[in-house]
């Protein structure tokens, strides 16, 4: 889960990272009032849950009261990159010196955090870190230790940093591998953290993302995935319990694991466009199995619903009854196609049948769209 | 012959007293896998489905023998039930379980490595060795007794690739579930090399799955050291992924890996046999039994 730049700036905080003094607004009023209290100029910044602000014009100067309001209201009116923007932050401008990067995150493949330092800060760091690699280093951290503060320090010399950078940068790092093991974060990252004319330094921006599946030992956050979930119907998706992704076509699916819910998608799109992606998990019952098509069903222009369950952990006939009774009690029309297989397939068949719903003949989920695609065609 | 599982292996179920742990270990039982023990704290004592249960690993371990250990544990549990079983000397480790925290995924790895244990999972359908054995959720009538070994990031995919194989009269040696997290305790060259290994696996099928660069080091590892055939199928080239890792993903493991292309061409170079869908597999794997393997 991408938390927003500010929820990013309070965990630095908690651990000691310095961040440019600032306040949330709502609008363009309020932003004036925030700014005149941090002290002109400031930095109006657009809170949405993507990456590419900057380039969308999300992240602006401002020098006087005016201009603060007439750059909020500018951020504030226009989508960014299709979303609302609810929020922005008003920072206080520092005076950049020298800009560099550091990130913590889960190199998935080794199972194991890793740190990563780069003597320049930007959108340039993967280009950095191929042309000149000198410059970038990373480090493979222990899960038992941790990052020491000699570790860092040790880190900040391959890549040439010396006395006061080394110590400052040396102790972000520390700071931010605390964060990144102290909230389950499967990313932490600054980018980038500056040293000012003053000799300041500071994290300008936040990116951090915490692993969902940490996020119950940390009430502490009052944190939810659902608030940072852009999408409507992927919100309630995963309010009820099951993974939804929306997408643009109008074959509803329904599949029982991931891996059988993307073959499907790859299988159906090659002649027909599906409308969504949905897994159940592991923990099918009957009611989550009429939520599940309570909501697949919701969008618009659908020509079909698909239905592809294995019975290994899940019990498919209890699936299949809820499944039965949404389509009775909402009297839908449109095909329906069911491939189910494993413990208690006959059963679930009996259900599935009973219901008009057309059971696939054969194993593979294959032959199972050509005849939803032949249903198709009949209906025409 | 089948590589981890067998029908001597003395397994012991960890939550057994569970709603699925009960369930699923009758399924085990009836399959033929030889469950020796359950474990569920603060029920030692009951007996279930004819299995002694006892309150610790350690009395499992001491009591029955136990060898290895299939979890049905809840994701908060799971860290200290894998702790409590390495620190018993169970071996083998199956973790079911969804939704485990990535954090104690990375510790529990660097727990079981230190001490030459073997996990599988989480978020895995376990393993089955056909006509065997069984640890985890995989339902029976899938499999087919053969010489195919199958790794699947994917359990549902690796049910569907199982029974198009079956269908088509062709069979399985062992089918494992690496687990469908974005970290998993056991990477797929680890168990490619257990396959390689296998007198009783005369082919390798891979379901690889979008996402994570397992696929592409697989491709390495099959070009250095696997020598029999290979055919893999990799699910999701029409599904968006978020794209998480952020700078530091892109310099961990470079720009541009994880997408079902750079899988694909990893896996094509190293002369391994793509299916453009999950049934084409029986189509690939049958023209490559009709052949001598090939030598390396």
Known sequence: ?380 | MSILLNKDTRVLVQGITGKTGRIQTKFMLDYGTKIVAGVTPGKGGEIVEGVPVYDTVAEAVTKQGAEAAVFFVPPAGVKNAAIQNIDAGIKLIVVVTEHVPVHDVMEISEYAAERDVIMIGPTTPGIITVGEAKMGIMPAGMFNLGRIGIISRSGTLSYEVSVNLAKAGLGQSTVIGMGADPVVFTNLPELLALFEADKGTDLIVIVGEVGGIQEEKAAEYIDRWITKPVVAYIAGQNVPVGKRMGHAGAIVHGDGKGTPQSKIAALRTMGVDIAEFPADVVKLVSKHLGNRPKTK
Not at chain 1, 112 to 125: D, I, R, T
Not at chain 1, 178 to 202: C, M, Q, W
């Open chain 1, 1 to 380: 889960m991408r938390l927003y730049e500010y929820e990013g700036c309070k965990l630095f905080q908690s651990e000691g990272i310095p961040v440019p003094r600032y306040a949330l607004a709502a609008n363009p009023k309020e932003a004036r009032e925030k700014a005149q209290e941090i002290g002109l100029p400031v930095v109006i910044k657009a809170q949405v849950l993507t990456g590419g602000r900057w380039l969308a014009g999300g992240v602006q100067s401002a020098s006087t009261p005016a201009e603060v309001e007439e750059v909020t209201r500018h951020i504030m009116e226009n989508q960014m990159l299709g979303y609302n923007v609810q929020q922005v932050m008003v920072s206080q401008k520092v005076d950049i010196a020298k800009e560099f990067y550091v990130g913590v995150t889960v190199d998935d493949y080794h199972g194991a955090p890793v740190v990563v330092l780069s003597v320049e800060g930007g959108v340039a760091v993967n280009r950095l870190a191929r042309e000149r690699p000198e410059s970038v280093v990373s480090k493979t951290v222990s899960m038992g230790t941790g990052l020491t503060n000699e570790e860092a320090k040790q880190m900040c010399r391959q890549v040439g940093l010396r006395s006061n950078d080394l110590t400052h940068i040396a102790n972000v790092l520390t700071a931010l591998y605390r964060v990144f093991h102290k909230y389950d974060a499967l990313l932490a990252e600054i980018n980038p953290i500056v040293r000012t004319k003053d000799g300041s330094y500071f994290a300008i921006d936040s990116k951090v993302e915490l692993d969902d599946s940490g996020l119950f030992r940390h009430p502490e956050l009052n944190i939810t995935r659902e608030s940072h979930m852009l999408n409507d119907l992927e919100r309630k998706g995963h309010a009820i319990g099951v993974t939804y992704v929306e997408l643009d076509g109008d074959i509803a699916i329904i599949a029982s694991g991931a891996g059988l819910g993307m073959a499907s998608v790859d299988i159906i799109n090659q002649k027909m466009r599906s409308a969504n992606f949905l897994e159940t998990g592991g923990g099918m019952t009957e009611e989550l199995l009429y939520k599940a098509t309570d909501l697949v069903m919701q969008k618009k222009g659908l020509r079909a619903l698909f239905i592809n369950v294995y019975g290994g952990i899940n019990p498919i006939h209890e699936g299949a009854k809820g499944i039965v009774r949404y389509l009775k009690e909402h009297n839908v029309t449109i095909p329906v196609v069911a491939k189910a297989l494993g413990n208690h397939e006959q059963e679930t068949w009996i259900i599935f049948k009973e219901a008009g719903v057309h059971v696939a003949g054969g194993v593979s989920t294959e032959q199972a769209v050509e005849e939803l695609a032949h249903l198709l065609e009949v209906n025409k």
